[in-house]
């Protein structure tokens, strides 16, 4: 298994911040068939070959993902495209 691992600072409260990673996880959900769950301010994630956590704060944000084999070699790859979503999503 292959961890990628991001914690990036904002701005914007604990709830707006919840708000904006709540709009992402629909997407997952709606596109990827990603089964999400809110447990107070942390969001986990998972579906076949992935799993992981978003834990919201009031000025961070920390991202933990847990890649099986199957996606290892993807991996540089989602990282990128997590880190891109992550800035835009909490500007």
Avoid at 7 to 30: F, P, Y
Avoid at 63 to 81: C, E, K, S
């Amino acid at each position: 298994m292959s961890r990628i691992h991001f914690t990036r600072r904002h701005r914007l409260g604990v709830d707006e911040a919840r708000v904006r990673i709540s709009e992402v996880a629909q997407r997952l959900e709606r596109e990827f068939h990603v089964a999400c769950r809110w447990q107070g301010n942390r969001l986990s994630f998972k579906r076949s070959g992935v799993s992981g956590r978003i834990d919201v704060g009031e000025d961070a944000v920390t991202l933990d993902v847990h890649l099986g084999l199957f996606l290892l070699p993807m991996r540089q790859t989602i990282a990128n495209r997590i880190d891109d979503k992550l800035t835009h999503v909490l500007s």
